[in-house]
């Protein structure tokens, strides 16, 4: 996945930033508008899917997944503190690290189709790769989107649909109570062999999705996967947000991630024992 460690001394320096806008996206997420307080100071470039941490005057540290906004550096949050006041009034000053982590590895689907599937909040990390299609700089022969949730209230950016299919996407949103990430396999038709496939959203649905997808032909090292949600203490200590096969070298979310290829967190498949 792209991202390396290339720069990583430098996005491990909390630098201090100002919150200019602020906008509740979903319950437990906000999205920020920050400028560096420093004036002249540039925004680092994060890859789609790499993510920020927000520290807080208390010391509270917060991952983020970056937009594209045009105003400095634009964020949503994968969480905000339960105690406290609300984060990010504006006006109000945060230090900000990053950007960490893998990104959306997106060049083998360059002239093919890309598919993205979320679940509810999920759908906010592929929202970079979202603003990419809209901005003309993509370049895949068709885009389609199917996100999902329990009801529209847990459903996070489905107000931005209309602009999508507007931009030529093949959109679909869909919510009810029986609903699973699955069903954006199941239910609609296989997607070409050569596609890419961009999953996000809780991680057990994210590995029944990724099974239906690969059953119905689409190759496993074409699925990639987000883990973003899982990221806690954002530095490779807690080891709460640990992904993969029990029998296999340790993979962390806020380390070895955020996205991975679905090859790397499937269990091997066991062979039935016989003479």
Known sequence: ??????????????????????????????????????????????????????????????PAIAGNGSAGLEVTTLRVPCAGPPLGEPGTLLGVRGPFGTGWDLEPAVGRTLLLV???????????????????????ARVQVWAGGRNPRTLALHADADLWVARGMDV?????????????????????????????????????????LARRGLPPQRIQMAAHSLIRCTDAVCGRCRVGPADRPVLLACRNGPVFGYHELAAPLRRPSGP
Not at 124 to 140: K, N
Request: charged share 15%.
């Open 118 to 140: 979320a679940w509810e909040t999920g759908l906010v990390a592929l929202r970079p790769v979202l603003e990419q299609v809209l901005s003309g700089t993509a370049r895949y």
């Open 172 to 212: 679909t949103i869909a919510t009810g109570s029986r609903l699973t990430m699955a069903c954006a396999a199941q239910d609609r038709p296989a997607p070409p062999p050569d596609a890419t496939a961009l999953l996000a959203g809780p991680l057990e649905m994210m590995l029944e999705t990724a099974q239906a």
């Open 1 to 62: 996945m792209p991202g390396d460690e290339r720069v990583r001394a430098q996005a491990m320096r909390a630098r201090p930033y100002r919150v200019l806008a602020r906008y509740p996206l979903a319950t437990g997420m906000v999205t920020l508008v920050l400028e560096p307080v420093q004036p002249g100071e540039a925004v680092p470039q994060a890859l789609p899917g790499q993510y920020w941490v927000l520290q807080t005057p208390a010391g509270v540290r917060i």
